[in-house]
C-alpha cells in the first residue's frame, strides 16, 4: 500500500527516481545516523530519539525528519537547556522539565482505559514522569500514585483499588524495591517493574532494586532496566493498546 | 459475595463456625505452609505450587486443599520421579517430562489469540516447555517456534508472520540473549525476554543473557528472572487475557 | 571471684599447680583447637561449636571439654548422621533434624516476653528453626510464624499483633526479602533480617535478599550473614535479654 | 484513643469532616510526598527526613507538617547550605554540621542507661556524629569513643570498660572493619556494625568493610548498610528503650 | 643487518660508541619513558603514544624520537587541547577531533582489500573513528558503516554486501550488542568485536556488551576492551596485511 | 548456481517440489533443531555440533544430515561415552579423547602456513587440542608449543622462532594469563588468547585470565570465551586461510 | 660454571652432545610438560610440583627427573590416593596427609630463626599446614601457632611472644580475616597473610577475608591466593633466608 | 626501659604525674584522633599519616606531637596545596610532590644493601615514587628501574642484573600486570606486587592487574592492595631491614 502509493508517485512525477529509492530503503541517511523510517510499521510507535549523547544539531535533524512524517515525536533524556532550545525550534512542542522529555504531534489519548504509575517514594518521581509523558504521547490515559512503599504499606492500601482497576501497572522503586512484591500480590494485571537508582552504600546505583524485582515472590512481574521509565512505558502502552485491538 | 455466601452457609448450619473463620482469614493452614486461598480472586490466577525445595508429601498436601477448591493447578520443577509419584495419586493430572510440570484441572484453551513462544537454541527448549504449559494451564492457546537464534537468522525469518500475529511473545535465549533484540526490533506487541543459563564460561550461569536482555537496543523488551519459564507466561497470560477482558 | 576460688583450691591442694594455669590461660587446648573458656563471662553464652568442617572426634573432644563447665552447650550444622552419633555418645542432649542442631543442658526458657521468628516462605524454615533452636537454648520463649511473605500479604496481617508484641523479631527470606521492609514498617522492636539461599538464577545464593535487606526503606532493621539462623537468635537473645537485665 | 479523639473533635466542631478525613487516612498528602502521620504509633519514632535528593521547599514542607504534631524532627543528609537554610526558618531548631543534622523538638534524654559509638578511625567520626545526634535526638544518652582501631590496639583497651557497660554497641570502621569482631569477643550486649565507605583501591567504597563484618567471627553483630549512622542509631535506640519499656 | 649497519657506522666514526650503545639496547631513555624502538621489527608497527596520563611535554618528546626515525606516529587518547598543540609543534601532522587522535607520517593506503568498520548506533561513532584512523595510518583502506544496529535491522542489510567483502569486519556496539552476533553470522571473514560504554543502568559501562561478544552464539568473533577501538583496528590491519604478505 | 541446480533437479523431476522448497528455506527442521545447511556458504565452515546439553540421538541426527552434504563435521564437547558411541555409528570418523572432538570427513590441510598453538602450562593442553582439532578439521596446519610459561620463560625463546613464523598465534594460559602480553610483544602476526579455567581462589573460573587478556599491554590481542578453544582456532583458520584467498 | 662444568664433561665425552644441548636449553621435554631445570639457579627453589590436574604418572615423571638432579622435591595438592602411591614409587619420600603435600629430599632445617605460623581457627589447618610442610621442605624452622582467633583474643596474647620473635609471620585465616590486622599491629617483622575459603554465605569462598586483608588498617601485611599455603611459606622462606644470606 | 626512664623522671620531678599517665596509656588524644605513641617499639617504624580526609590543621596537629618524639615523620597522600603549606609550617621538612609525600626527620639510609622498584610504564611512577619516598624515609637505599613492561621485553632484561642483587623487589603494574609474573620467574628475593589503577574499560580500577598478580605463576610474589605504594614499601623495608638485624 505504502509502497504501491510511492510508486504511483514516482509515476505521476511527483517523487523523483532518487527520492523514491531513498524511501525503499526504510530508513533515511544522516550521516551520522539512519533513521528508521519503517519503525512505526513494524513496531507500532515511531522511532524515538534518545537524547542522551547527542548534540541539539542532531536533535533538530532527527525532529525535522520525523515531524514530515506526520508522526508523534518524542526525545527523551533531554537536558533543561536543550529542552529551551528545541521549544524555541519547535514552538508546537512541549518540554517536561521533570520528565526530560520533549513532545511533539502526541497522539490523542483514549479514555475508557488506563495506566497505573506508582512510585515508592519521592525521589522516584522523574522516573515516573518519564514513564507518564512517554505513555501519554503514545496516547494512553495515566493515573500517578506517588511515594505509596511499604514503610507505611496504609498509604498504598489508600490508594489500592485505583491500581487494581488499571489495564497495566508500572511501579517505579529504589532501595530494595519491595514495593513490586506487595503490588503484584494484589492485582490480577501485568506489573511492568522500574528500579532506580535511589539509594547509597551496596544499593549499588540501583542493582539492588533491579535484583529484588527479577526475584518477586510475587507472579506476573517483569523488569525493565534501571530508570528506564521510557521503556516501561513502551511496554504498558502496548499491553494496553491491545486491549483496544480487538 | 463470596463472603456473603460463606456467611450464609453459616447461618443455614452448612458451615462450623470454626471453618467459616478459617476461610475468612485467606488462607490454609498446613502447619508448613499457608496456602492463599484467596490469589485467584485478587491475581486472576490460583497459588502455583514450586516445587524446589519441597518434599513429595507437602507437594500432595498442597494439591489436595488446591483440589477441593476446584482450581486449576500447577506444579513447577518437579523431577521425574515426583512427577510418576504424583501422576499415581491425582491420575487426572498430567506429568511434563521436559518441562518439569504437573497439572490438574487446566483451564479450556480460548482459540482466537495465542502467545508466540521462541528459542535461540535445542538448549533452550527445557525452559520454553515450563513456559508453554505454564501458558495452556491457563487457557491459552500457545504456537511453538524452536531453534531460531542469530547465527542462522534466515531461519527467524521463514516463522517471522507467525510471530509477529501473536499477541505477546516470549523470546528465550542463553549466550548472548542476541535474539530478544532482533525479535523485538520486528513486532508491534510486548515481548517478555526470559535468559537460561545455557552457556559456559562469561555467561556466569545466564547473568550475560540476563543483562544483554535488560539493555536490549530494541523498545518494548521486559524480562523476568534466568530460567523463569513459569514467570514469562505468567505475565504473557495476563496480557493475552486482558485481550479478551474487554 | 572465679580467678580466686582457683587460687584458693590450689592453696588447699584440690587443684594442681599446671591445672590452674592452664585455667588461668582462658582456654583449653585440645591441639586442633583452643576452647574459649571464659566466653560467658565476657559474651554471655559459651562458645558454641560450629560443625562444618569439624569430624565426629572433634566435636565430642569439645563438647566433653564444655560439659564439665556446667554450662549450656550448643552446636550447630550438625549432619543427621553426626547427629545421632552424638545422642548416643550424650543420652541427655537433644539433636534437632530441622534445625540441624544438638543440645545439651539448654537454659530454662523465662516466660514473660519472647522472640518472634517470622518467615517468608516454607523453604525459610530450616534456617528459622536454627534461630529457634538457639534461642531456646540461650532460655528464650520463642513464637514461629511462618509462610507469610508478601505474595499473600494477608496471611501476614492475620498474624501481625503477636508479631508487634514480641521483644524483638527476626525475619527469615529469601528471594528477594520484600517481608523485612513491611514487618519493619509495622513494629517498634528491632528487627533483625536473615537472608536466606533460597531462589534461583539471579538470586545468587541468597545476595538478592542480603542486598534488599541492608537496603530496607523501613528504619530498625539490621541484617547477619545468609542463611545465620543461629547469629540472628544470638543477637535477639542479647537484645530480649537486655530487657530483664534491670 | 488518638482516633476517638478526633471524632469528639469532630462532634464538638473542632474539627471539620474533610481535616478528620484527612487525618484517618494516616498521611498527609502534599503532592511530591505523602507524609506518614502514624509512624510514631507503629514505630515508636516519627517519619525521618531524608534529605538528599529533596530540595529545601520540599524539607520545608515537611518539616512544618511535622512541627505540627509536636513529634521530634531529624533531618538526615542536610548540607551545610540547607542547614544554615534551616535554621534560619525553624530558630529553635539545632544544625549539626559535622553529623550533615538538623533536630527539632529532641526528646529529652534518659541518663541511666547509653549507647557506646566506637569508631576505627577519625575519618569515620562524620558518620559516627549522624549515629550520635540520632541517638540523642530519640532521647538516648551516648559514649563517643573515637579512633581505637586495631592496629594499635591498646587504645581499645583503655576504653574498654566504658564499651562494655553500654546497653548496646554501634561500631563504626572502613578498610577491613576488623574493629567489629574484636570488639564483638569482648562484650555481651548486641553490637551493630556500620561498614564505612573510607578506604581505597580494593576496598570498594566500604564492601570490603560491609562483607568483612556480616562474616565476623564474633557473635553478637548485626549490620547495616554502608555509611548508615542513621539506621545503627535507630536500632540501638529501640534496643535501648527496651531495656526501659519494663 | 640494522645491527650490522650500525657497527660500520661506529667503524666509519659516523656514530659515537655511546650512541651505539644505546642504539643496541632497542630503546631510547628519556628518564620518564624507555621509548622501544625495535617494535617496528618486532611487530610490524612502531610504539603507539597511548595520550592518557601523559603530559604535553611528554608526548612531544616521545614524537620527536619517533619521528627521527623516520616511522609512521599515532598518538591515541588525545583531547582538543593537546592536539592543537601538537599541530601547532608538528605542523605536518594531522590532529583528528572525533577521533582524538594525532598522525604523523602515515603509511600510503593500499587500495586492494579494505577493513570493514560497523556501529550499531550513532553514540559508537567516536570509536569507530578511533578504529578507522588507526587502520589509515597503519596503510589499510577503510569503509565507514554507521548506525545499522539490530533495532532497525533493514538497515544492516542494505549494506550487507559491502560488509561481507571486506578482508575483516570491526563491529563496534554499546548496550547488549547483539549486533555483533547478527554480522558474525553473515560473514566468512574474522570479526572483531568492540564493545562501548554507550547505555546506562545496568550496562556498567560496557561490560553487558563485553560479556555478550564473549559469549555470542556466532563463530569467528573474537574481542578486544571496552572501546578500544585502537586495539581492534591493530588487529585487523595485522590481518589484512597478512592477506597482503604473500 | 545452487539454486538453479536445485531448480533444475525440480524441472528434470530428480527432486519432488516439498524436498526442494525445505532446501530452499536454509535448514534443515529436525524438531528439536532446525540444522542451518546454508552456514558453509555463509561463513566458509558449516554448521558446528556444540555437544554439551544434547543427547546421543540428537547428535547422531544431526550428524547424519551433515554427512549427506559432503561436508567436514565436527562435533565439540563430547563425552568419552558419546565419542566411543559415535565411533560406533561412524566407523570413518574419529574421536580425539584429549579435545573432547568427534570429526568425520576433515578438509585436507594446506602445508604453505600453520597456525601456532601456544600453551603456558600443562592443564591447558586439553583446551589446546580441541583448538588444535578444529583447526586441523578446517584444513589448517598446526604446531603445538605447550608448557613455556612465563614462569620459565627461557622455554618461550626456546621456541620463539617457530611462533614468529606462523600465520596467527593462539595462547592459551590459565592463573594470570601473562602469556598472552609476552608473546603479544615479540610477534608482528594476529595473537587470538584463549583464557582456562585452571587456577584456584580468586582465579575465579578464568575470568583473571580473561581479564588480564582482554587487558594486555601488548597491541594485537583479541580475546575469545573462557576455555573456548573451538571459537579461537576457527577464528584462526579464517585468518590463516584469508592468507591464501588471493 | 655450571655451563663450563657441562662442557667439559663434553670435552672428556662423559656427556654426549645431544645430553649436553638437552641440559642447555634449560628445561627438560616430556611431551606434557617441559621441566624448567634452572629454576634453583635463578629462583632459588627448584620447579615445585603442582598435583591438581595432574595425573599419577605424570607426577612420577617429573619427580623422577627432579630427583636424578639431587634438589628438594615437593608436590602440592596430592590426594591421599595419589599420596600413598607415591611412598610406594618413592619410599625415602614422605606423604602428609593433613598438608596435601608429597616431599623428597628435603632441606636440613636452620635452627637460628624461624617463621611462625598462626591461624584463626581450627578449619584453617589443613591450609597452615601445607604452609608448614613446605616451609621445612626448603629447610626453615617453624612454629606453629593454630586457633588464636579474635573471637577469644586472650589466646593470642598468650602466644605472643613466639609470634613477635619470628623472622616472618604468615597469618592464615577465613571468615572477615581480622586477625591479620591484629597481628600486624603487634609485631615488626613482614606479616604474609593467606585468606581462606572457610565460611559460608557472602563469605564467598574466601573473597570476604581476602578483600579484607589486602585492605588491612595494619601496615607490613601484604598478601597471597585464597588457601595459598605453598605460596606464602615460599616467600615466608626467601624472606627467612634473606637473614642468613649475609 | 622506656618505662623506668618515664618513672624515674616522675620520681625526679621532672614529668607531672598527668603526663606520666597520659604517656603510660601509649597514646596521645587529641580529640579527632588518638596518636599511637608506642607504635615504633611495636612495629618497628612510628605512626604515618595518611593525609586523604584529613584536614590541614589536624595533619599539622599529629605531625607536631610525632616531632616532639624526635622520630622519622612520613605523611602520604598529601596534596600539592597542603604540602606547600606543611612545607611553610616545618621548613626543615621536604615535600615530594610526584609522591605526594611529607618527609620530615628521616632515617640515614644504609648502603650495604637496597630495594629496587620496577614499573610497568611511564604512568605507575607516581606509585612508585610514593614506594621510593616510603622507602628511603625509613633508611632504605633504593634502585628505581621504570617503564620495563613486557610489550617490550628486552628493556627489563636490560636491567636485569640490578633487579637480581635486590635485597627485596617491589614490582609496579598496571592493566594486566604481567611483569611481576615476569620478574617473579627471575629473581631469587620476595617480589612484593602493587597493582595501579592504570587502565580503562575492564580494568575496572586496578581489580584485573591485583587479580592477575594473587594468581600469579610465578612462586614468591606475595601483594598489597591497589596503588598501595606506601604498603609496598613499609614491608619491604622491614624485609630489607631484616637482612641487617642479624
Redesign the interface.
Known amino acids: 500500500m505504502d509502497k504501491k502509493e510511492l510508486l504511483r508517485n514516482v509515476q505521476l512525477g511527483k517523487l523523483s527516481v532518487e527520492e523514491a529509492a531513498e524511501k525503499l ?3 533515511n541517511e544522516l550521516g ?3 533513521i ?1 523510517t ?2 512505526k510499521e ?4 515511531p ?2 530519539i534518545y537524547g ?3 548534540n541539539l544539531e ?1 536533535i533538530i535533524g532527527i525532529v525535522t525528519v520525523l515531524k514530515e512524517e506526520q508522526k508523534p515525536i518524542l526525545a527523551t533524556r533531554i537536558s533543561s537547556e536543550k529542552g529551551r532550545a528545541l521549544q524555541d525550534t519547535f514552538p508546537d512542542g512541549s518540554y517536561f522539565e521533570l520528565a526530560r522529555c520533549f513532545v511533539l504531534q502526541p497522539v490523542q489519548p483514549d479514555s ?2 488506563y495506566i497505573a504509575i506508582v512510585t ?4 522516584d ?1 522523574p522516573v515516573a514522569e518519564e514513564a507518564a509523558v512517554t505513555a501519554e504521547t503514545f496516547g494512553n490515559q495515566v493515573k500517578r500514585i ?10 498504598l492500601f ?1 490508594r489500592l483499588e485505583e491500581i487494581q482497576q488499571a ?2 501497572v508500572i511501579v517505579i522503586a529504589g ?4 514495593l ?3 503490588v ?7 506489573v ?1 517493574a522500574v ?1 532506580t ?32 521509565g ?3 512505558a ?2 504498558a502502552s ?2 494496553n493498546q ?5
Chains 1, 2, 3, 4, 5, 6, 7, 8 share one sequence.
Request: glycine fraction near 16%.
Open positions: 530503503t526504510g530508513f551520522y545516523a539512519k528508521d519503517q519503525r513494524r513496531n507500532g510507535f522511532e524515538i542522551e549523547g547527542k542532531q475508557e482505559t515508592a517514594g519521592t525521589s518521581v506517588y511515594d505509596v512503599g511499604v514503610a507505611g504499606i496504609h498509604r489508600a489495564s497495566v532501595m530494595e524495591g519491595a513490586v512484591s506487595v503484584g500480590g494484589l492485582v490480577d494485571v501485568p511492568i528500579p537508582s535511589i539509594g547509597y552504600g551496596s544499593n549499588f546505583q540501583g542493582m539492588t532494586a533491579l535484583l529484588g524485582m527479577l526475584n518477586s515472590c510475587s507472579s506476573g512481574v517483569s523488569v525493565v532496566n534501571i530508570d528506564n521510557f521503556g516501561a513502551y511496554s502496548m499491553i491491545l486491549r483496544r485491538k480487538k
